[in-house]
């Protein structure tokens, strides 16, 4: 192998999905925060089950596209 095969495609690397996945993660903290004020356990649960979904989604878009 030489050097340009070990290197990584940055062409690959899509910045929507890099911005989708901060804002989402930045969403649900604050979502998590509200809930944990208000006491309410499943807006936490829904917010906790919708984070691990997005991020999975987007996973395996990111794995099809390569």
Known sequence: ???EDKRMSYGKLRPQIALAI???T???VIAI???MSLGAV???TAVI???FGFLGGVSLKVLENE
Request: glycine share 16%.
């Open 49 to 51: 089950g919708g984070i």
């Open 1 to 3: 192998m030489n050097q």
């Open 42 to 44: 499943e807006i936490v």
């Open 22 to 24: 901060i804002c989402a």
């Open 33 to 35: 925060l509200v809930g």
């Open 26 to 28: 930045l969403f649900s």
